[in-house]
């Protein structure tokens, strides 16, 4: 059975600094994406990556993935408000775009 | 712009109800899906489908049955609600092509009672 794990499972972070949100799943995937919620709203796509090495940036977010270590992050540079919301990763295991979701990563950017 | 509608955004019913929840997508796309949304727990895939009339139960299909009669209506049926039942819902839809992304709706959110 396939396992996706994120951590943290919630971060606060100040306006301007750096951090990075983990996904670390349990099998073979070469398919792997990101996915945005704000509160009380459905989810948004933000990133597909689908090789090994992948990294796509939107902004001030960058994404990447490493199939070897069955590990994506989600690295976010000098944090603005805007962007508190709850992060989704979600891995394809290869059975007809059927995804296994993370438990998400709810992160706070406080002034 | 790819549109996912749900047909109600909060429901309430009663223990023992039969639920409809309705999905539609205005994209052509092949692949359906409904999943449930809890806190702490993620998203769960309920079930899916590949196409008109196909069907393939997800990770947590009990208590729960789906119809697609059309390719862009895919409908969520609660037989007999039960309280451990309420839970946001949502539906989401994508290409064929197995590296798409999915896109979702707004969800549904149910308050059986």
């Known amino acids: 059975e396939l396992k996706v794990e994120q951590n943290p499972l919630f971060l606060s972070m100040q306006e301007g600094k750096n951090y990075t949100i983990y996904c670390n799943y349990s099998t073979t995937s070469d398919r792997l ?27 001030r977010l960058m ?19 805007d962007l508190s919301a709850t992060y989704f990763c979600a891995v394809d295991p290869g059975t007809a775009s059927k995804l296994t979701f993370g438990t998400g990563t709810r992160l706070q950017v406080t002034l | 712009d790819v549109k996912v509608t749900q047909s109600s955004r909060y429901l309430v019913k009663r223990t023992g109800e039969k639920v409809f929840l ?3 997508q205005d994209m052509d796309h092949e692949n359906m899906f409904w999943y449930r949304q809890d806190p702490g727990l993620g998203l769960r895939l309920i079930y899916f489908s590949y196409d008109v009339k196909m069907k393939e139960k997800g990770d947590i299909p009990e208590g729960y049955s789906v119809s697609r009669e ?3 209506r895919f409908s969520l049926i609660l037989e007999s609600a039960s309280t451990n039942q309420t839970s946001m819902y949502l539906c989401a839809s994508s290409y064929g092509n197995e590296a798409d992304t999915q896109y979702f709706g707004p969800g549904t959110r149910l308050t059986v009672l």
């Open chain 1, 33 to 59: 994406y990101w996915y945005r919620q704000d509160p009380g709203k459905s989810l948004e796509s933000l990133f597909v990556l689908l090789s090994n090495g992948a990294v796509k940036q939107e902004g």
């Open chain 1, 63 to 81: 994404a990447s993935l490493d199939t070897k270590a069955r590990l994506s992050t989600l690295h976010i540079t000098a944090a603005v408000h």
């Open chain 2, 22 to 24: 309705e999905c539609v």
């Open chain 2, 70 to 72: 059309k390719k862009e």
